[in-house]
């Protein structure tokens, strides 16, 4: 074996290791994206959340403050779900996230629709509200009510 056949294998040899090593370092950078792109759903979801249970919590204080300030509450609670809608919209969340609150966007959508929260719907412009119409028609399978 001459020199020259020694150095092609050995040149060979090290293009092999190299493009293992790029192979190798390709395969966790994928991973690394995924986890990433999982810990973003994860901490979006949370603040959602945190705006949701912040104003459901208040919810008994406000029935004992009567009908204004239940309207007044529900029509904030509405507006999370519509930042919520925003986001599932657009698959920002993973599916369990997406379908977390479905049944309570539909539940307080279809609860409005015999109150005088009727007409907090009524009087929003087609631009507002305009998510969670998109959510509810998607995923009640019904005309959004207002």
């Not at 020259?4 to 994206?33: D, Q, R, Y």
């Not at 204080?61 to 309207?71: M, S, V, Y």
């Amino acid at each position: 074996m001459t020199c020259l056949e020694v150095v092609n294998m050995v040149a060979n040899i090290a293009t092999a290791i190299a493009l293992l090593v790029a192979a190798v370092a390709l395969f966790l950078n994928v991973k690394a994206t995924k986890l990433q792109r999982k810990s973003f759903q994860a901490d979006l979801f949370h603040k959602v959340t945190e705006g949701i249970n912040s104003i459901t919590a208040e919810q008994k204080e406000c029935e004992e403050q009567g009908e204004e300030a239940i309207l007044n509450w529900f029509q904030r609670l509405i507006n999370a779900f519509e930042y919520y809608a925003f986001f599932a919209n657009r698959d920002y969340f993973a599916l369990d996230m997406e379908t977390y609150y479905r049944s309570a966007v539909i539940e307080y959508i279809n609860w409005a629709k015999d109150s005088e929260a009727e007409e907090f719907f009524k009087a929003s412009k087609d631009k507002q509200l305009s998510e969670i119409r998109k959510y509810y028609e998607k995923h009640s399978g019904s005309q959004f009510p207002f």
